[in-house]
């Protein structure tokens, strides 16, 4: 634990680990935009932003996945110094893209990565980082929302829930009153996708696929006969729902083996 | 009040003409399907429209909306934020007009909600007759809103190169005279309207086997109907048939505030009952848990809680939930299979 701030204001830091940094870079852009939550908090370590690097902090916002073993005591570090650990975007908070790799042999694609050097690296099925520490929250999304973002760090600054959808990114959608793709020989994950990206795919005529995340209780075996009935093979099926959710259906997989 | 009659060159006049002072919605082409919208271009309305995605409830009370805004300073003060603006909804299907009729009971009866009244009281209606079916999903005729006696300003009836205009009230009448130019009807036009409006019906079909007015009290025996666990299993509990559906009116109400918590705003949303968390309350018990338990609620609000309450069925027939619904959960077929079961 950290002493408090002689300031008054948070001291934040963040971290990285298997990712693009594209989330760090979208909390850049939403920083340049709202320059109160920059005054509220004080920024001790921001690789991709900054040179300085200190290591007393209250909240840690971490992107990426966990994909190596030696990873696990950085990880364990930042929580035991931090009071709250933000998990950030759909690597953190999920796994990801990254976890796609579990649905082959560790071997086949450390070879595919590292080539000759592959026996140099270590490497470990992908996990979102609450797989490994305690996560207070996860702010979704590939990339984050930059507002979601504001939305979230405002709510933890000030203590109350942060405000994260738990209804599906349908009810965006239909707000929006957007065409449904469906409707248009096309395919989306929206009826059980977590909400909060304000329907961006769907509203440009993508499907959704999945990178906030299911909803709780999302009806999967209706969402896959859906998407069956609109013409999808059961490859392709799975190959939509595992885009970003491998790691949450081979869980969910494990546990209903274990039943 | 009195019939009229409205050469169709002269609508877009019409349209220009009141888009002067007046904000006007009407159906526009959405992509290969159509929305109500505010019009720029008297071109952009499509009378020929089938339906909406959303429906026109939205002119009425918006998706989203600003209730007040409060400052928490040394001196606490509330002000309430009233934003409406003199409207005119054009073109809407009788459906949607029944629709709005139990939206004024639900937002002026028991706690009279301030920001759709205002709204309400903004708005002129100008009402379309329906001379053909949206497609294969419309029941209006078993829902008995096929038709509409009374509800709009102005409602027009299309006779080929005119529109009939019933005037209703004042304010039809008035923007009718202020902004159109419409002449009274004489008998062959009255003689053509009625040959219009009595064609018509056998190009509806009903979709309910059985009287929409028996729906109450077969619903009232039908609380554990294996139809729920059915349609549970198939339900994605995405909410669009409740955010489609032009008699639904349920919200939630967000306050937004400042990052020092001195200042903010209240603001409401459409909500669904069909969303998991919808009837989860302090303390985290869920009421609805199942989805099975969603869609029973979604079928007796239909069918028989707002007639219980208002004297009205809660649904008018128009078909969007239908449409809307990924999974093919049908009303129509859910209230006919409970009535052969019953």
């Known amino acids: ?259 | 009040m009195s019939l009229m009659v409205l050469n169709k060159g002269a609508v877009g006049p019409l349209i220009e003409a009141l888009m002067a002072d007046y904000r006007v919605v009407g159906p526009q082409a959405k992509g290969p399907q159509f929305a109500f919208g505010t019009l720029t271009d008297p071109a952009q309305m499509r009378l020929d429209y089938n339906t909406t995605i959303l429906p026109p409830k939205k002119v009425l009370q918006p998706q989203q909306e600003r209730l007040a805004s409060y400052s928490l300073g040394g001196k606490p003060s509330v002000e309430q934020i009233i934003e409406a603006t003199p409207t005119v909804l054009f073109g809407i299907h009788t459906c949607d007009l029944h629709a709005v009729q139990l939206l004024d009971k639900a937002f002026s009866e028991e706690y009279p909600d301030a920001h759709y009244l205002a709204r309400r009281d903004q708005t002129i209606l100008v009402s379309l007759e329906c001379l053909e079916p949206c497609d294969e999903h419309s029941f209006c005729k078993s829902m008995g809103t096929l038709t509409a006696g009374e509800g709009y300003d102005l409602h027009l009836t299309d006779l080929g190169l005119a529109y009939a205009v019933d005037v209703a009230t004042e304010a039809g009448a008035q923007i009718l005279s202020d902004y159109g130019s419409a002449s009274e009807a004489g008998d062959g036009d009255v003689r053509r309207l009625n040959d219009v409006l009595g064609a018509k019906w056998p190009r509806f079909t009903y979709r309910l086997e059985f009287d929409a007015a028996e729906l109450p009290a077969l619903l009232s025996t039908a609380y554990d109907h294996p139809l729920w666990q059915e349609l549970g299993d198939r339900c994605l509990a995405c909410g669009s048939c409740t955010n489609v559906c032009p008699t639904c009116y349920c919200f939630n109400v967000y306050d937004e505030t400042n990052m020092a918590l001195t200042e903010g705003e209240r603001v409401r949303r459409w909500d669904s009952c069909q969303l998991d968390e919808f009837a989860r309350v302090a303390g985290g018990e869920n009421f609805r848990e199942a989805r099975a338990a969603r869609q029973r609620h979604r079928f007796m609000r239909k069918g028989r809680y707002i007639f219980e309450k208002f004297g009205e069925l809660g649904c008018v027939g128009c078909g969007r939930c239908i449409r809307a619904c990924v999974a093919d959960i049908n009303i129509v077929d859910g209230f006919n299979a409970i009535q052969r079961s019953a």
């Open chain 1, 1 to 259: 634990m950290s002493e408090t701030p002689s300031n008054g204001r948070p001291k934040i830091a963040f971290f990285d680990f298997a990712s693009c940094e594209g989330c760090q870079l979208t909390v850049v852009d939403s920083l340049q935009t709202h320059l109160d939550l920059l005054n509220a908090v004080e920024i001790v370590q921001f690789r991709e932003a900054m040179t300085e690097k200190g290591e007393d902090y209250q909240i840690a916002f971490i992107e990426g996945s966990c994909t190596r073993e030696a990873d696990e005591a950085r990880l364990l570090e930042i929580r035991e110094q931090a009071d709250v650990v933000v998990a950030l975007g759909a690597c953190a908070h999920l796994g990801g893209v990254n976890a796609l790799k579990n649905l082959h042999p560790l071997e086949d694609t450390r070879r595919w990565v590292y080539g000759d050097k592959a026996d140099w690296y270590g490497t470990y099925e992908a996990r979102p980082i609450g797989a490994v520490i305690e996560v207070d929250l996860a702010i979704p999304g590939c990339p984050i929302d930059r507002e979601e973002f504001v939305r979230v760090v405002k709510a933890v600054l000030i203590g109350k829930t942060p405000p994260i959808p738990d209804y599906p990114v349908c009810v965006e959608c239909k707000l929006k009153e957007n065409v449904c793709l469906f409707d248009i020989g096309k395919f989306c994950l929206g009826p059980v996708v977590r909400a909060g990206c304000d329907a961006i795919c769907p509203t440009y005529g993508d499907g959704c696929e999945g990178c906030r995340g299911f909803i709780p209780h999302p009806n999967q075996n209706a969402m896959k006969d859906v998407l069956a009935k609109a013409g999808l093979t059961v490859e392709e099926v799975m190959s939509r729902m595992t885009m970003f959710n491998t790691y949450q259906l081979q869980e969910q997989l494990v546990e209903e083996e274990g039943r």
